[in-house]
Structure formats: C-alpha cells, structure tokens
C-alpha cells in the first residue's frame, strides 16, 4: 500500500508542480495588480511628494529584517515604485515650462513701445504691411566678451514678478538667428514668419482691438469650455492636469484639432503657463508639446509633437480697459510633408479667420459679463432701496406712535 502511494506521487509530480506554480502565479499576478492599483490610487489622492512621504513612514515602522523581505518580495514581482509613481501621472518638476521662456517676447515688447514710430523697411513695403517688426526683430547686439553681433546677445532676462511661483525647468528651443521676414497683411493683422527648419516656418502675427479689454482677452484663451463653444475646429479640448505647485499658472492640455477633409485630424498634447505682470502692464502665455501616458498616439490622427508659442496681450492702459494688442508666435510641425502652397494658403485664410473669431467671441464675453453686472448692480440698488424703505417706514410708525401717545386725551 505505502509502495503503491510512493509510485503514485512520482507519477504525477510534474502535473501538482505545474499545478503549483499555476496557483502561485495567478496568486503573484494578482497581488502585483492590487499593489499597483493601490500606488495610483494613492498617488492621485496624496500626489508624488506625498506618496514618497507615505510609503517612507510605513517603511520605517519595519524592523530591519521585515523590511529587507519586503524589498525583496517588490522586486520579485517586479514592481518598480517611481515608475509606477511617473507612469500613474505628470512629472510636474521636470515638464514645468520655465519662466525664462518669457522673455523670448523682449522685442514683442519693444515692439509695441515703438509702435507710434513704427517706420516699414523695404521687405515690408514691397508686401504693403502696415507694420515693421523686421527692423526690431532682426536687431544684433554685440557681445561684451568677443565683440561679435549676433541675435541672441540681445536676449535679456525681462525681470518678471514671481509671487513664490516656481521657475520651471521646460525651455523653447528656437533658432533666434533666422531673420523674421514680412509674410501677409489683411484687415486689421500683420504677419510675419521666420524659417525654423527647412521649410518649416514659425510665424507671428500681430493686431490691436480697441473695444475689448485684455482681461476679457485672456479669459477667451484660457477658458477652455468656452474655446470649445466659439471654435468649431476645436473637437476635443480638455484639461488634462493642473500643476499642484501653487502660483504656477500651469495646466496640462489635451486638444484635437480638425482639419479639412483630405486631411486627418491633428491633435496635441502641451503644457500651458500664463503670467499677469502688473510691473511691466503685460498677460503672456507660453505652451509647448509635451507627452502624457493617459493620451498616446492614436492610428486614425496625427500627433503634433514639435509645437510651441508665445503670446503677448498688452493693454493701452489697464488690464480692464478697453485697448489691446495682442502678439501671437507659433510653431508646429504637421508631422507629414505638405505642400508649401497649401501651407500658405491654410495660413493666410484660416489665420484670419481665427483671430477674427477670437475677437467676436471676447466681444460676446465682455457684453455677456457686464450683463451679468449690471443685474448684480440692480439687484444690489434694489436691495439697498428697500432697506432704507424699511427702515424708513419703521421710523415713521415709530413717531406715529410717538405722536399718538401725546394727543389729548391719551391720558400721557
């Protein structure tokens, strides 16, 4: 009988030890999922600062034996904690766009202080532009070590206020030596551009509105529920996160933009930052591309990697004026060869088109808003009236009744 049960299990000892690693492989797989289900749980709830916290805390709770089994138990399953931690979210210290991206736009600035003397040089009298940003833009600075003249001696950093907001690290590679040359002039815009790559352009673009007020400006380009209601090209807008460091003014953005029919729809994903500076009177917004695991590329559309602007909304006179100009460069590579035809010609009709959009759907914020204040206004006199009726009404039955208790006959 013994004999018989000592063949049995060597007979079938390869079937119970394949069935015993099944069990603890399954049993594996699931705890690994669970642990990994609990990082990113924790991770959005605590953030990466705050989950590092938390799991040194627990870790110091261990004796020293418990706590190399443990280690060791993460790795053999293969869990790789900060891995798990930056694929759960956004890296926010390393993508954060830094602020010295800002002063990329001196010479806009300089630009719209020489506006009143604004003269055209020849490129941009032969284009018949209204304006000149060639002279500015193009200007050489000599550099006080070598003495050579180039473009990018000329860079000098705009002194922004910072209000605690962190620096940032993400910078906007430009190649600052490429002459600005005069592109088109239509209506009220001018635009220029400057070649980045071989036949590949980035252009700036510059109009003034005076009945809207750069407040309301800003608002328009920010508002991304709104964005999504005045521009039809817009199919898919969304925030996808928001720096957690306070003061920042940075937002991660997911946005699919249509394209005419021949053509497959082109979407990105950037990092957006804007500054208000009341010391220099100026809003800028600088995006860039970035990536995020939430959002890959998808087969039926074509991710725009290579993208970056700079926007430059400054007031005549204060933010809630009435009175602003309003400075737009941009870059974007369409990841396909195109035409330079058809790129001109999506330029220099849709271009337009957008900025004039841009300016209605301000123009119907700005009415919207002073609607809206105008009936808090009324409800406030209204309720500041009727106040004072009451009152007024209890003060003249205070001295009716005053007057009554002195008649004759009152006894008083």
């Given at each position: 009988m013994?004999?018989?049960i000592?063949?049995?299990i060597?007979?079938r000892?390869?079937?119970?030890?394949?069935?015993?690693?099944?069990?603890?492989?399954?049993i594996?797989a699931?705890?690994?999922?669970?642990?990994?289900?609990?990082?990113t749980f924790?991770?959005?709830?605590?953030?990466?600062?705050?989950?590092a916290?938390l799991?040194?805390?627990?870790?110091?709770?261990?004796?020293?034996?418990?706590?190399?089994?443990?280690?060791?138990?993460?790795?053999?399953?293969?869990?790789?904690?900060?891995?798990?931690?930056?694929?759960?979210?956004?890296?926010?210290?390393?993508?954060?766009?830094?602020?010295?991206?800002?002063?990329?736009?001196?010479?806009?600035?300089?630009?719209?202080?020489?506006?009143?003397?604004?003269?055209?040089?020849?490129?941009?009298?032969?284009?018949?532009?209204?304006f000149?940003?060639?002279?500015?833009?193009?200007?050489?600075?000599?550099?006080?070590?070598?003495?050579?003249?180039?473009?990018?001696?000329?860079?000098?950093?705009?002194?922004?206020?910072?209000?605690?907001?962190?620096?940032?690290n993400?910078?906007?590679?430009?190649?600052?030596?490429?002459l600005w040359?005069p592109?088109?002039?239509?209506?009220?815009?001018?635009?220029?551009?400057?070649?980045?790559?071989?036949?590949?352009y980035?252009?700036?673009?510059y109009?003034?509105?005076?009945?809207?007020?750069?407040?309301?400006?800003?608002?328009?380009?920010?508002?991304?529920?709104?964005?999504?209601?005045?521009?039809?090209t817009?199919?898919?807008?969304?925030?996808?996160?928001?720096d957690?460091?306070?003061?920042?003014?940075s937002?991660?953005?997911?946005?699919?933009?249509q394209?005419?029919?021949?053509f497959?729809?082109?979407?990105?994903?950037?990092?957006?930052?804007?500054?208000?500076?009341d010391?220099?009177n100026?809003?800028?917004?600088?995006?860039?591309?970035?990536?995020?695991?939430?959002?890959?590329?998808?087969?039926?559309?074509?991710?725009?990697?290579?993208?970056?602007?700079?926007?430059?909304?400054?007031?005549?006179?204060?933010f809630?004026?009435?009175?602003?100009?309003?400075?737009?460069?941009?870059?974007?590579?369409?990841?396909?060869p195109?035409?330079?035809?058809?790129?001109?010609?999506?330029?220099?009709?849709?271009?337009?088109?957008?900025?004039k959009?841009?300016?209605?759907?301000?123009?119907?914020?700005?009415?919207?808003?002073a609607?809206?204040?105008?009936?808090?206004?009324?409800?406030?006199?209204?309720?500041?009236?009727?106040?004072?009726?009451?009152?007024?009404?209890?003060?003249?039955?205070?001295?009716?009744?005053?007057?009554?208790?002195?008649?004759?006959?009152?006894?008083?």
């Open positions: 013994f004999s018989r000592l063949i049995n060597k007979l000892s390869n079937v119970t030890l394949r069935s015993w690693s099944y069990q603890c492989e399954s594996v699931q705890r690994s999922r669970r642990i990994q289900q609990l990082f924790y991770h959005r709830v605590y953030g990466s600062s705050g989950l916290r799991l040194r805390s627990y870790h110091k709770q261990f004796e020293p034996p418990i706590r190399g089994i443990m280690l060791s138990a993460v790795g053999a399953v293969g869990l790789n904690i900060t891995g798990a931690i930056e694929a759960a979210g956004f890296n926010w210290e390393k993508e954060r766009l830094s602020l010295k991206n800002f002063d990329l736009c001196r010479r806009d600035l300089d630009f719209l202080n020489q506006l009143p003397n604004n003269e055209l040089c020849s490129n941009c009298k032969d284009k018949n532009m209204q000149c940003y060639c002279t500015i833009g193009n200007k050489k600075c000599k550099s006080l070590k070598d003495g050579r003249e180039s473009m990018r001696n000329c860079r000098s950093p705009l002194n922004l206020k910072r209000d605690s907001a962190p620096l940032g993400k910078v906007i590679e430009t190649f600052s030596e490429s040359e592109y088109f002039s239509k209506d009220e815009f001018s635009v220029w551009r400057r070649e980045e790559h071989p036949s590949m980035s252009y700036k673009v109009a003034r509105f005076d009945d809207i007020s750069a407040d309301d400006l800003l608002h328009v380009q920010t508002d991304l529920g709104y964005r999504r209601i005045w521009d039809e817009a199919i898919h807008l969304e925030m996808v996160e928001e957690p460091r306070p003061n920042s003014n937002h991660l953005i997911y946005w699919e933009m394209w005419p029919k021949l497959s729809n082109r979407d990105y994903v950037y990092c957006r930052r804007y500054i208000k500076d010391k220099l100026v809003m800028m917004v600088c995006s860039r591309g970035t990536e995020h695991p939430k959002y890959p590329v998808y087969s039926n559309k074509v991710r725009v990697n290579d993208y970056w602007s700079l926007m430059v909304i400054k007031p005549y006179t204060n809630s004026e009435p009175g602003v100009h309003y400075i737009l460069t941009y870059y974007d590579d369409p990841g396909l195109i035409p330079q035809n058809i790129k001109s010609w999506v330029t220099q009709k849709q271009m337009p088109e957008f900025l959009k841009m300016y209605l759907a301000t123009k119907q914020y700005s009415f919207k808003r609607l809206e204040m105008q009936q808090i206004f009324s409800l406030s006199s209204f309720h500041l009236q009727s106040q004072e009726y009451l009152a007024n009404e209890s003060r003249t039955s205070w001295f009716r009744k005053i007057l009554r208790t002195r008649e004759p006959g009152s006894g008083k």
